[in-house]
């Protein structure tokens, strides 16, 4: 089955932990992405990717670190997660230019304590 | 100004009837564009695409686009229950970047 994959479905941290979200597709698709989701702002980009080892700064980057060491996968670092980084988390994938829209992944619920 | 912005909503309407969604975009250049739809709980699904000027049907959704007014819509009819769920417009602000809407949260009432 097509599809793209994140681990963890919810987490709960103390501000300042490490903490490293998975995200896997198994569709080859060139393009991933990170987004958050808060009450009223909707979908923000946080980081993307055009291929590996290509990434660049989204709306939101701030706090968060990404990379791209192979095609499919592309994992979101919190280096040290602070409370306004508590958010749900979505992973997603497209084959590439802006003639396709993206698949989700199902969401990490994040919760900094 | 943001990129993309919905009705906030909520919109309530009758199980059969149309429910009528709209979103404007600030990026003239955009070129690209899409309704999502996203079950309380659920991630996002693409349900429409859109790219040229017109309407767009498919099933009981009708897309449509006015690049020169910089407006996409989307139309629900013989709406039913279970497309009580928040609808995210979606527009490519570059090749790499899509920007969504906060979403218009619809209710059909039975």
């Known amino acids: 089955e097509a599809q793209v994959t994140q681990n963890p479905r919810y987490l709960i941290t103390v501000t300042g932990k490490k903490l490293t979200v998975t995200c896997s597709q198994n569709m080859n698709h060139e393009y991933m992405s990170w987004y958050r989701q808060d009450p009223g702002l909707g979908l923000r980009q946080i980081y993307y990717?055009?291929?590996?080892?290509?990434?660049d700064k989204g709306d939101v980057p701030e706090g968060y670190k990404v990379s791209r060491k192979e095609k499919r996968n592309f994992p979101l670092i919190l280096e040290s997660p602070s409370p306004n980084q508590t958010s749900l988390y979505f992973c997603?994938?497209?084959?590439?230019?802006?003639?396709?829209?993206?698949?989700f992944g199902s969401g990490t619920r994040l919760t900094v304590v | 100004q943001k990129e993309v912005e919905q009705n906030s909503g909520p919109l309530s309407v009758p199980e059969g009837a149309i429910a009528s969604l709209n979103c404007t975009y600030s990026d003239r250049v955009s070129q690209s564009f899409f309704w999502y739809r996203q079950y309380s709980g659920k991630s996002p699904e693409l349900i429409m695409s859109i790219y040229s000027n017109g309407d767009k049907e498919d099933g009981r959704f009708t897309a449509q686009l006015n690049k020169a007014s910089q407006y996409v819509s989307l139309l629900i009819r013989d709406s039913q229950p279970s497309d009580s769920a928040t609808y995210l417009c979606a527009v490519y602000a570059n090749d790499y970047k899509l920007s969504f809407g906060a979403g218009t949260t619809v209710t059909v009432r039975a």
């Open positions: 990717s055009m291929n590996v080892e290509v990434t």
């Open positions: 997603a994938s497209s084959p590439g230019t802006s003639s396709y829209g993206y698949t």
